[in-house]
């Protein structure tokens, strides 16, 4: 039995050697990165920065966080305006 893949998309989390691997295997595959991973990957790197307590104790930080992690649902050509806004202190 011969299997052909082919898929149109993969979905995994955000290694860094996954995600060329998989390019290599299939070039002509969409790679994307799964928002629950995307999210533990924002909350590892709040922990990274020192930030576990005052994403604890301050809403606007937690709101601002959330909001990063929003921007996953933006269409593409607007991700940066939206990083860019949250840099800005705009909502």
Do not use: W
């Not at 295997?25 to 629950?36: D, E, R």
């Not at 920065?49 to 593409?76: C, D, S």
């Amino acid at each position: 039995l011969e299997v052909d893949l082919n898929p149109d998309t993969i979905i995994c989390d955000f290694e860094t050697v996954l995600i060329p691997a998989i390019q290599g295997y299939f070039p002509n595959t969409q790679v994307q990165g799964c928002y629950f991973y995307f999210c533990q990957a924002v909350h590892r790197k709040v922990g990274e920065l020192g930030l576990k307590t005052r994403y604890r104790q301050h809403e606007e930080t937690r709101r601002k966080i959330r909001m990063l992690l929003a921007t996953a649902f933006l269409p593409v050509p607007h991700v940066n305006t939206g990083v860019s806004l949250l840099e800005a202190g705009t909502t």
